[in-house]
């Protein structure tokens, strides 16, 4: 079965060190990851989907397929990254209907 | 452009009450759902529509009922209100039919935050 497992609920880290949101899923076909991200008092948005292999607001994340990761990275922390981050797995091909959702971790960026 | 609209925000609901929840979008998406959001859970998917009068179960389908009579409109009914369903409620869309080909991006509304006494 599907699953999503962000180990993490809460996160802290100052501004400007390098942040790391853990991401790990099990999946037996081939799987399409996605980083949402919930700011405060904003609608929850997507961040960030594997198969664009884009740099979103200093963000990146690399699937890991040989350890079942996509874990979401940023070199130097900002305050405003402050947010609620999940992390969601569907399968290539397959409606959103089977997308899936990690716990969420709450990061915290501290001046 | 509003995008995905819920209402209401806010609500509160003795148990044994109905009601329903509101969604719509004005970006012609195909694809529709509800989600649920509880602390330490993440989100979990309710009910889904790929289309006009097409709807399915997701993981947390019992209690509620969905129709998809356009493809603007997908109301969430909760048919008796229970305490396990104060939640915060997630509208969402998406174009291309909801296919992760389609670029797997949701579009979400601001939430309704449901409290059952």
């Known amino acids: 079965a599907q699953r999503v497992t962000q180990p993490e609920k809460l996160l802290s880290v100052f501004k400007g060190a390098p942040v790391e949101l853990k991401c790990n899923y099990s999946y037996s076909g081939s799987p399409e990851l996605f980083w949402y991200v919930q700011y405060s008092r904003q609608r929850l948005q997507l961040l960030l989907r594997h198969i664009s292999r884009e740099s979103i607001k200093g963000f990146t994340a690399d699937l890991n397929k040989g350890e079942t990761s996509f874990h979401l990275k940023k070199p130097f922390a900002q305050e405003e990254d402050s947010a609620m981050y999940y992390c969601a797995l569907t399968g290539r091909g397959s409606t959103l209907g089977r997308l899936y959702f990690g716990r969420g971790t709450q990061l915290t960026v501290w001046p | 452009n509003a995008g995905v609209t819920q209402t209401p925000k806010f609500q509160v609901l003795k148990t044994g009450q109905s009601m329903t929840l509101q969604c719509a979008q004005d970006m012609n998406h195909e694809y529709m759902s509800w989600y649920r959001q509880d602390p330490g859970m993440g989100l979990r998917l309710i009910h889904y529509?790929?289309?006009?009068?097409?709807?399915d179960q997701g993981e947390v389908p019992n209690g509620y009922n969905v129709s998809r009579s356009t493809t603007e409109d997908f109301p969430l009914r909760l048919l008796s209100a229970a305490p396990s369903q104060t939640s915060v409620y997630f509208c969402?869309?998406?174009?291309?039919?909801?296919?992760?080909?389609?670029?797997?991006?949701?579009?979400f509304g601001e939430g309704s935050r449901l409290t059952v006494l």
């Open positions: 529509s790929v289309g006009a009068g097409i709807t």
């Open positions: 969402a869309s998406s174009p291309g039919g909801g296919r992760s080909a389609g670029g797997g991006e949701l579009f």
